[in-house]
């Protein structure tokens, strides 16, 4: 009887939902644009982003679980913001591209960025 009560945790454990949440690193190039009375910079840089995304809670967050405001999050996009720069991430193709801009005191900065994003092996689906 034994094998038979070992038999019915195994198949309780197996039929438990697997967790939604999924991690992804982002190796993206960012490009900060300056326009000012003074004159005109800009710089660019390799810039490493990761998130968690939540699909059952419909959450995405970065690493250190600070939230973004999600607008869409579906099975093939996700759309959020978070400090006035927006994210979109299309899940077919792994791609993630983001943007801001702001003016303040004359003086105008706009950032984008874009890369590619990947799920550790073990949680590809």
Not at 10 to 31: D, F, G, M, Q, Y
Not at 76 to 105: N, P, V
Request: aromatic share 8%.
């Amino acid at each position: 009887m034994r094998g038979v009560s070992e038999c019915a945790v195994l198949t309780i454990v197996l039929a438990e939902p697997v967790l939604a949440r999924t991690h992804l690193n982002c190796s993206t190039r960012k490009v900060v644009l300056i326009s000012a009375p003074t004159g005109d910079t800009s710089s660019a840089r390799e810039e490493n982003l990761g998130f968690w995304v939540d699909d059952e809670a419909k959450t995405l967050t970065f690493l250190d679980n600070t939230p973004l405001t999600v607008t869409r999050l579906d099975q093939f996009w996700i759309s959020a913001d978070r400090d006035g720069i927006f994210y979109e991430f299309d899940r077919r193709d792994g791609t993630l591209s983001y943007a801001s801009s702001t003016t303040k005191g004359g003086v105008s900065t706009t950032i984008v960025g874009s890369g590619r994003c990947e799920a550790p092996p073990t949680e590809m689906r």
